[in-house]
C-alpha cells in the first residue's frame, strides 16, 4: 500500500450535511449583505459614533464605505461556494 491510501483510511470522514446547509446560508446571507449593503452601513456608523463617539468615528469614517460591506457580502458568498463544494466532494467519495 502507499503511504497516501494510508492516510486516507485513518482521516476521519467529513460531515456533509452541515457544510451544504451553511454554505447555503453562507451564500443566502452574502447575497442579502450585498443587496442591502448602504442599510447595513448606515446601521454600523450610527453603532460606531455611539460606542465611541463622533469624534473618534468621523477619523475612522474616512476609511469605510460601503462598498466594503458589500465585499464582505461577497466574501461570504465565495466562503459558501467553498463549503458546498467541500461538502459535494465528500459526498461523492462516501458514494463511491
Known sequence: MSVVADAASVVA?????????????????????????????GVISRGQRELVGRRVSGGLERFQSAFWVGFSGACAIGMGVVMIAFGLTAFLAEAA
Not at 34 to 39: C, D, G, L, P
Request: glycine letters at 6%; proline letters at 10%; hydrophobic letters at 70%.
Open 13 to 41: 470522514p467529513v460531515p456533509v450535511l452541515p457544510n451544504l446547509v451553511l454554505g447555503v446560508a453562507a451564500i443566502v446571507i452574502g447575497i442579502l449583505v450585498i443587496v442591502f449593503r448602504r442599510a447595513l452601513h
